[in-house]
């Protein structure tokens, strides 16, 4: 097993995580991965559905029998052993890509949005009735009212905002998934004005959502984590998009809920796009962005040049991580930190670039840890 400094690792990285991983004070560059509960069964050679609803009491025995050994290997307790988690415990809340019509079916391990809308006739319909729609009590079920007060009197515990009001899948991947990545691009060109109403009515729902959910979550809660919420856009298909036609679409949707949302200098705001997006960094650059996660081929070197101050999780390939590979590991983590260094920014959080897959190893995440620790030194 690789050699790590365990005690003298995570110091340094609790100096390094500060301000946004800007610290001066800092000695190594940040690491900001603590795993996935999906990696829970293979680990542990447990018998299960790493992506299904587990009971709760399965779930919190396995994440402490993890967190054992995580804090064996690395030197800390990785996973949150609290169950049943926050939404688990609240009726459920209808999702965006229901409001136009869209369900979500469970394949694959994950909830896909299916599409709904095949013709652009199909889509003025779908419109005509979102504008027409009460979307709070659309969204909400009928019994919200009592469960939501019985809850808050057994456990104290208010609505999550992060989970259902700071964050979406963006306005590109929405749309495509309810209508077809082709039929998006083509009506982009042929039905300008019906798209155009298409992503307004997108920002309008999504903006409804965040008022929603800060009624339901409670002013006090609201403004206690207002700065840290921030808002959070998930937008892989953004790569399908030319600049042109990303920029006239789909970042007026970002910059409006920004502004209206976490305008200050200090509140959060964030992408992810695990893609080859590269081509829409200079769109994207105006935005202000707290911090990215983007794909495993877009390097610092191209986020920097259009987002200085912008923290960047990145850029170890998630397939990379998977195949607890500790030299394929090792050797772009070297990359990512040699490359910062080189350009004298600091900001780098070594992170996967993408979701963490079942099947990764704690030994992987040590070999991470090794790099910094051997080539991430300030």
Not at 44 to 71: F, T
Not at 323 to 332: D, G, P, T
Not at 344 to 365: E, Q
Request: hydrophobic letters at 35%; one cysteine or more; glycine letters at 6%.
């Amino acid at each position: 097993m690789l050699k790590v400094n365990l005690d003298r690792f995570w110091l340094a990285n609790d100096i390094a995580m500060k301000d946004n991983c800007f610290n001066p004070e800092a000695t190594q560059v940040a690491m900001g991965m603590r795993m996935a509960e999906e990696c829970i069964f293979d680990e542990l050679g447990e018998k299960g559905e790493p992506w299904g609803n587990n009971p709760p009491e399965l779930m919190a025995r396995l994440c402490r029998q993890y967190n054992d050994k995580a804090e064996k290997i690395t030197g800390r307790r990785l996973l949150d052993e609290k169950y049943p988690k926050n939404h688990e415990i609240f009726p459920k809340i209808k999702m965006i890509g229901e409001v136009f019509g869209g369900n979500y079916a469970y394949k694959n391990g994950t909830f896909w949005l299916e599409e709904c809308i095949a013709t652009p006739q199909d889509l003025e319909a779908a419109l005509d009735r979102v504008d027409k729609l009460d979307i709070r009590s659309f969204i909400l079920p009928e019994h919200w009212e009592t469960a939501k007060k019985q809850i808050f009197e057994t456990t104290g515990q208010t609505l999550d905002l992060l989970r259902y009001g700071r964050r979406v899948r963006g306005p590109v991947t929405l749309a495509m998934s309810l209508c077809k990545i082709e039929n998006i691009i083509f009506w982009m060109e042929d039905y300008p004005d019906l798209i155009h109403r298409f992503f307004d009515t997108i920002e309008r729902v999504i903006l409804q959502y965040v008022n929603i959910v800060n009624q339901e979550a409670g002013e006090e809660k609201v403004k206690s984590q207002h700065s840290m919420m921030g808002f959070r856009f998930f937008d892989d298909n953004c790569c399908m998009l030319s600049p042109e036609l990303y920029e006239e679409y789909a970042y007026p949707v970002l910059k409006h809920v920004f502004d209206k949302v976490c305008p200050d200098k200090e509140d959060f705001r964030y992408q992810h796009s695990d893609s080859e997006m590269s081509h829409l960094l200079p769109v994207l650059g105006r935005l202000n962005l707290t911090a990215v996660n983007f794909g495993p081929t877009v390097l610092i070197d191209k986020i920097r040049k259009y987002m200085p101050k912008t923290r960047i999780d990145g850029c170890l390939s998630p397939m990379t991580f998977l195949s607890n590979n500790e030299n394929k590991i090792i050797a772009e983590v070297k990359r990512d930190c040699e490359m910062s260094k080189n350009l004298n920014s600091r900001g780098l959080c070594i992170d996967t670039a993408g979701s963490i897959n079942f099947g990764t190893k704690l030994t992987s995440m040590l070999a991470v840890m090794y790099a910094i620790q051997e080539y991430g030194q300030l």
